[in-house]
């Protein structure tokens, strides 16, 4: 079945550690992203990449960062320098030029102790 | 920069009613396109239903379908038969053009409860 993964789906981290969070697509999408979801509010973006080695941040890059080696991954680590990165973030990915609609993965939590 | 808005926070609707949800955009261009999508519980988004500007013609996708007014930059979504499933966030979202560049703008989101 073709989609998007994102692992884990929990993750805690103490504060002033680095973590990464996974994204893995076999839709053949040239463009993913990051966005950042608080609760009840919309989503963020964090950051996108059009082709493989090429990225462009968003709205709210400061203490993130990404990148794109292959075509299937967009790994995020979450800095110690995010200051409140508690939050729900989810991996998107899209077609360019097929109906322009995004396709999300499951999301993953995460939580600072 | 383009903006989106719900107005609505939350909503209830009782199961088998209609219901219909609020968004209104702001930007100077003229193509573009709008979309809604539902994040149930699980927190999985998904697409609901879209919208290209430069059709008159409202989307819709079996119980769900639109009131898109371009002047008045409203697209409403319209839910029929509400059922209990229905049961979610529901964001407007809106993007520019067909390219990796052209990002989706979310709203803030509405909260639909349907009740039995």
């Known amino acids: 079945d073709g989609g998007i993964t994102q692992s884990p789906k929990y993750l805690f981290r103490k504060e002033g550690q680095n973590v990464t969070l996974s994204c893995e697509q076999n839709?053949?999408?040239?463009?993913m992203y990051w966005y950042r979801q608080d609760p009840g509010q919309g989503l963020r973006l964090i950051y996108y990449s059009q082709i493989v080695n090429d990225f462009q941040k968003g709205d709210i890059a400061e203490g993130y960062s990404v990148s794109r080696e292959k075509k299937e991954s967009f790994p995020l680590t979450v800095t110690s320098a995010q200051k409140n990165p508690t939050a729900f973030y989810l991996c998107?990915?899209?077609?360019?030029?097929?109906?322009?609609?995004?396709?999300f993965g499951p999301g993953t939590r995460l939580t600072v102790l | 920069a383009q903006t989106v808005t719900q107005s609505q926070p939350e909503m209830s609707v009782q199961e088998a009613e209609t219901v219909t949800l609020s968004c209104t955009y702001d930007?100077?261009?003229?193509?573009?396109?709008l979309f809604w999508y539902k994040q149930p519980p699980s927190r999985q988004m998904i697409l609901v239903i879209r919208?290209?500007?430069?059709?008159?013609q409202n989307a819709t996708e079996n119980r769900f379908s639109v009131n898109f007014q371009k002047a008045a930059k409203s697209f409403s979504l319209k839910i029929s038969d509400s059922q209990l499933g229905d049961t979610a966030m529901y964001f407007c979202?809106?993007?520019?053009?067909?390219?990796?560049?052209?990002?989706?703008?979310f709203g803030g989101g509405t909260r639909l409860m349907v009740k039995p």
């Open positions: 919208q290209e500007a430069y059709k008159q």
């Open positions: 998107a990915s899209r077609s360019i030029g097929m109906r322009n609609e995004q396709f």
């Open positions: 930007t100077s261009e003229s193509n573009y396109y």
């Open positions: 979202a809106f993007t520019l053009g067909m390219g990796a560049g052209n990002m989706l703008t």
């Open positions: 839709l053949n999408h040239d463009a």
